[in-house]
Structures are given as C-alpha cells and as structure tokens.
C-alpha cells in the first residue's frame, strides 16, 4: 500500500513560480512510475507530468512542457513539481499519482495511487 500527501499549493500571480511536492509512504514506493495531474472546475482531470522509478525518464503534457519540471528524490521518498512561468489557465487541484509499475504513463488508468489534492491558484 501507498499513501501520498501533497504540499506546496497556493496563490501566485501570473508569472510566479510554485514548487509542489509529494510525500510517500510504504515501502514500494520508490520502485513505482509517478505522476502529476490536475483538475480544473467543470473539467476532467487531465495529464501534467510522469517520471519513472529510476527518475531518468520525463514526459509532460504539451501545456506545461517547458515551464515545469517533474523530478524525484528516493533518499526522500518525495517527487516533486517545479512551476514556472505559471498562468491563469494553471489553476486546479493537482494530485500526485503512483502507478504499480517502473515506466513513465499519460494514461489515468494506469496510476492505482492518488493524493488528496493541493490547490493552485493563479491570478492575472
């Protein structure tokens, strides 16, 4: 089992730089793909960024490629979201994810763990 805890959303003006990171727990945890998602009100939750186990494979939705980067630091247990260059069309929740499996995934269906959520909220 695989718990995961979020931190590091907030308010931020357009522009601004956030750090969001992702807290796991359980003993697996280091061997298993993860990902950041996020859900906008009124939309479906949608794709940000994946790393896999070892952390030296990235992959990032064609709206944040560029601005954000995912990494990992197993010493930790924590996977991390760099924002930069945020805009108004950034704000949601973002929810971190832990597939059962070593290889980056865009696919929702393949992550088995979620967090809670932390909200990001950029201002124009």
């Known amino acids: 089992q695989v718990q995961l805890v979020e931190s590091g959303g907030g308010l931020v003006q357009a522009g601004g730089s956030l750090r969001l990171s992702c807290a796991g727990s359980g003993r697996t945890f280091s061997a298993y793909a993860m990902g950041w998602f996020r859900q906008a009100p009124g939309m479906v939750r949608e794709f940000v960024a994946t790393?896999?186990?070892?952390?030296?494979?990235?992959d990032y939705a064609d709206s944040v490629k560029g601005r954000f980067t995912i990494s990992r630091d197993h010493a930790k247990n924590t996977v991390y979201l760099q924002m930069n260059s945020l805009t108004p069309e950034d704000t949601a929740v973002y929810y971190c994810?832990?597939?059962?499996?070593?290889?980056?995934?865009?696919?929702?269906?393949?992550?088995?763990?979620w967090g809670q959520g932390t909200q990001v909220t950029v201002s124009s």
């Open positions: 790393i896999s186990w070892r952390g030296g494979s990235t």
């Open positions: 994810a832990g597939t059962s499996s070593t290889g980056r995934t865009r696919k929702i269906s393949d992550y088995k763990y």
